[in-house]
């Protein structure tokens, strides 16, 4: 019930297409969804995240896209570049304790010139 | 945006020995810490969460006495590898949560990678 699937494991698109990474999670009590991009050898930088309140969350060329009663939740990435190419992760956390995230298992997305 | 740094960046080091990693929130002083771990091509894994002043809350199947933390003040939480074997080489990242940030939100370091030979 504390897993969070992610789905493709990994991706191929081309310059300027849409990447689209979707998630799907069990617990109910999830009430905060981020996104992380990660770079080979570096940390996790947080993209964009979302709360169960909104259906949609836009931040530049990054969109979530939330469906409460799926339980499900998605990443589309518009006009992709090159230097998109990345591992992303979906998360999920409660509101409650030490709000820990429980982290997808990642998507390696690779933007071709 | 608050930033947290690790340090060392990478370490090497021989089996048995013990190696110490900082984890530090430069800018905004943190209530809680998270250690976690990241195999190569993996999802990162929880090992702990810290919180200033009290003991670490270990997640299931971490060893606490081969993993200790420390978070003695707001801005600084230390992992301690113990005795370490090449089984815990890995890529090691801390992440922390502002005192008065919005709610949830951790902000990563850039990790430490651990080669024991």
């Known amino acids: 019930q504390q897993q969070v699937k992610q789905s493709p494991q990994s991706l191929i698109v081309q310059k300027g297409g849409i990447s689209i990474i979707n998630c799907a999670y069990e617990n109910t009590a999830f009430d905060y969804f981020p996104w992380y991009q990660q770079f080979p050898g570096k940390g996790p930088a947080l993209l964009i995240a979302?709360?169960?309140?909104?259906s949609e969350k836009k931040e530049g060329r990054f969109t979530i896209s939330f469906n409460k009663s799926a339980k499900q939740f998605s990443l589309h990435i518009m006009d992709s570049q090159p230097g998109d190419s990345a591992t992303y992760f979906c998360a999920a956390s409660m509101g409650t304790g030490f709000q820990k995230l429980v982290f997808g298992t990642g998507t390696r997305l690779l933007v071709s010139p | 945006g608050a930033v947290v740094s690790q340090h060392p960046s990478w370490v090497i080091c021989k089996s048995g020995t013990s190696v110490k990693i900082e984890c530090r929130s430069l800018d905004f002083q943190a209530t809680t810490m998270f250690w976690y771990r990241q195999f190569p091509k993996q999802s990162l894994m929880l090992m702990a969460t810290?919180?200033?002043?009290?003991?670490?809350?270990?997640e299931q199947g971490v060893e606490k006495d081969k993993f200790l933390i420390n978070h003695a003040s707001l801005t600084l939480s230390t992992l301690t590898v113990t005795s370490a074997h090449p089984e815990d080489s890995s890529f090691y990242i801390c992440?922390?949560?502002?005192?008065?940030?919005?709610?949830?939100?951790?902000?990563f370091g850039p990790g430490t990678r651990l080669t024991v030979l």
């Open positions: 992440s922390a949560r502002e005192l008065a940030g919005v709610y949830n939100e951790q902000f």
């Open positions: 810290s919180n200033e002043g009290s003991k670490a809350t270990y």
């Open positions: 979302i709360r169960p309140d909104v």
